[in-house]
């Protein structure tokens, strides 16, 4: 309820949501989303591999300040599933990390940021491709972070079972939840 009222993001607090695949993540981030367009703030949601996509473009056609300023003056930025699909670049492209650091620390202190991720915080440096930098992030995200550890089954799972259910069949073995990505 704390986070739903968005009084983090009113007082330029970040969110850090994490937990296996299929706990909800994204469920709630997409909520929070929408309370934010409800109560007036500028809020733009991206998965991350879009949000880097975007920034990347800019390198391509010269708009890259232009849209990182945009990515940057959000009230709410909501920065989804880091660790899902690949952030691979080209050799003369900045690496992931670089990029997400400078967004951040545009935003650190005047905007609130939300994040979701399946894969461990420690993950992250191999994840954006340079682990100090992914360091320097998460140390300005988790000083005045809202920190949200999701362990549950997956939605996703409990679906299946449900329709298998219906149908009078069982789901096979293989269709089990696999072990991993949690922060422990
Ligand atoms: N509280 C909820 N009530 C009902 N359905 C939910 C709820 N949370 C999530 N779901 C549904 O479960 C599915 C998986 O949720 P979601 O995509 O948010 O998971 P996730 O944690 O982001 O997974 P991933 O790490 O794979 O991105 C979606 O179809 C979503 O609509
Ligand atoms: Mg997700």
Not at 25 to 51: E, N, P
Not at 107 to 126: C, D, E, P, Q
């Amino acid at each position: 309820m704390e986070i739903a009222g968005l009084d983090f993001a009113r007082r330029k607090e970040d969110l850090v949501v994490t937990g296996k695949s299929g706990t909800g993540k994204s469920h709630i981030l997409q909520a929070i989303a929408l309370r934010g367009c409800q109560a007036q703030m500028s809020v733009r949601y991206a998965r991350c591999v879009d949000l880097l996509d975007d920034l990347y473009a800019g390198l391509a056609d010269g708009t890259y300040q232009r849209r990182l300023k945009r990515w940057a003056a959000a009230d709410l930025l909501i920065v989804d599933d880091v660790g899902l699909g690949q952030v691979k670049k080209r050799d003369d492209e900045p690496t992931a990390a670089h990029t997400l650091f400078n967004l951040i620390d545009r935003r650190h202190g005047k905007t609130s940021t939300a994040f979701s991720s399946n894969i461990k915080l420690s993950a992250w440096g191999k994840y954006l491709g340079d682990a100090t930098l992914a360091v320097a992030i998460l140390d300005r995200v988790n000083m005045r972070a809202i920190r949200l550890d999701i362990d549950g089954p997956s939605y996703r799972q409990q679906v299946a079972r449900d329709r298998a259910k219906e149908r009078g069949a069982k789901l096979p073995d293989d269709s089990a939840e696999p072990e991993a990505g949690r922060e422990q």
